[in-house]
T-cell receptor
């Protein structure tokens, strides 16, 4: 079974440009999460989709960030316009909606974004 | 205030020895879960072990065990018989069921190096 995949693995852009990150969750996982790790700090939550609906977007830093999950499958995270402080590693994770107490999130390898 | 604190930025251990990675947490939520993830240099985040706040026994998964001390709000990861492949960044994370749903709050991580 394929894991969570993210594209691209690396992106280098200039300040003011736009970047779109993509995440493909594990097939059948209704929950999809975006996190990011900035400059060696802790990994921080950005938002949570249940299918195509935004369940929690309280972690989105500002309106330059737009996340979508059309059709409840893959998700995109667009940063427009990018700023220097947006540099970091963006992780996507997915989990099943189930009765399991653990319900662990499976993470993708991340996209390393560098804004120059 | 930090919800998850990992006080050891870096740890070293000799191969075949045991090592404890510290994690303390702060929550007023009566129902919560604690997770440990491993991030090798390749970047992916690998789920290791889970401890629920109502679990009576410490969680164990192979060479991994979680030393859960609820009154002290600590959830230390113990890796027995360290292997060279255990060298990685280790993250402690918490899910607060009532406060913040299924999103995870992470610590800053501990970089573990296993020496031959």
């Amino acid at each position: 079974e394929a894991g969570v995949t993210q594209f691209p693995s690396h992106s280098v852009i200039e300040k003011g440009q736009t970047v779109t990150l993509r995440c493909d969750p594990i097939s059948g996982h209704d929950n999809l999460y975006w996190y990011r790790r900035v400059m060696g700090k802790e990994i921080k939550f950005l938002l949570h989709f249940v299918k195509e609906s935004k369940q929690d977007e309280s972690g989105m830093p500002n309106n330059r960030f737009l996340a979508e999950r059309t059709g409840g499958t893959y998700s995109t995270l667009k940063v427009q316009p990018a700023e220097l402080e947006d540099s970091g590693v963006y992780f996507c994770a997915s989990s099943q909606v189930s009765g399991r107490i653990v319900n662990e999130q499976f993470f993708g390898p991340g996209t390393r974004l560098t804004v120059l | 205030a930090q919800k998850i604190t990992q006080t050891q930025p870096g740890m070293f251990v000799q191969e075949k020895e045991a090592v404890t990675l510290d994690c303390t947490y702060d929550t007023s939520d009566p129902s919560y879960g604690l997770f440990w993830y491993k991030q090798p240099s390749s970047g992916e985040m690998i789920f290791l072990i889970y401890q629920g706040s109502y679990d009576q026994q410490n969680a164990t998964e192979g060479r991994y065990s979680l030393n859960f001390q609820k009154a002290r709000k600590s959830a230390n990861l113990v890796i027995s018989a360290s292997q060279l492949g255990d060298s990685a960044m280790y993250f402690c994370a918490m899910r607060e069921e009532e406060t913040s749903g299924s999103r995870l709050t992470f610590g800053e991580g501990t970089q573990l190096t296993v020496n031959p």
